[in-house]
Each structure stands twice: as C-alpha cells, then as structure tokens.
C-alpha cells in the first residue's frame, strides 16, 4: 500500500513556515504540519508540496474560510484533494 502523506496548515500572524513545522510518519501515513502567516504563504508552501509530489491532501484549519480554501485550492489545481476545518457554533 502506498504511504499516504498530507499537510495541515495551520493560520496566525506570526507563524513562520520555517519555524513552525513540523511531521508524524509510519509506513502508512506521513502528516505535515506547517503553520503559515497568510492565505498567500500558504499557497506557495501548498504549491510547492504539491508540485513535488509530498503530498496527496491539504487540510486547512477554520483561519482560512471558504474564500482562503479556495484559494489554495486555485493554486494547487487538482493535484491534490484540498479541504478546511468548519466551525461549528
């Protein structure tokens, strides 16, 4: 069985994508966690994931809404599944 790999990006401020990461991996499963300052960080670090072939899907935490799922979503095309976190209140 292939090792399915994702990466959850998570929102602030003042998050640092080269601080904050960090992953989980058995044979099975590789989790990326990677907390990014923007909706426009996180695209490029979506995409560059994407482009090289580490992952399969994104999850994005509740920051990010519809509009910043989607654009990651435009920015990775259909190269991997993208989806986020709703809250629910």
Known sequence: MKQFSFVFLVMSPDHDHTV???????????????????????????????????????ELCGAFGKEGAQAVRDAVGDSVIVSYIVNLE
């Open 20 to 58: 904050h990461r960090t992953q989980m991996e058995s044979p099975m499963c590789k989790s990326i966690m990677i907390g990014v300052n923007s909706i426009e960080d996180a695209c490029a670090q979506a995409k560059q994931l994407a482009d090289a072939g580490a992952i399969r899907k994104i």
